[in-house]
């Protein structure tokens, strides 16, 4: 059972080589209400947790909640970030990183070369 969300129709879609207009201090709020979900649900994993009856029952919705954790993480970083398409390769979930690396080829974002990732992360 796939836990992606469903699929709109089909457009094409729009070139977003830069983000929307929206203003540093919204995209940052955003960000910061995503933190606070994966907190939460990280706390709400450590409670379920410290019943071993209950973890051990269920071990794979808990590995299920930690990965919605991470999400949440990745995208308020790509909310955050001046360029998101140089964040994709950072992702350390691979199937969040290839649906955005889909997405990011469809919208026109520029690839991010190796070398301009060493670059950016020697500075």
Known sequence: MSHDPPQGPDRTAPDMSAWPPYPLAMRDKIAQELYQLREDMENLGVQLCLDEAV???????LQRLDEMGQRTMWLAELLRAENPAAIIPEITLQAL???LEDLRRAISFPPVIEEQKNTSSAA
């Open 55 to 61: 973890m051990v029952r269920c071990m794979p919705h």
């Open 97 to 99: 990183a290839d649906r």
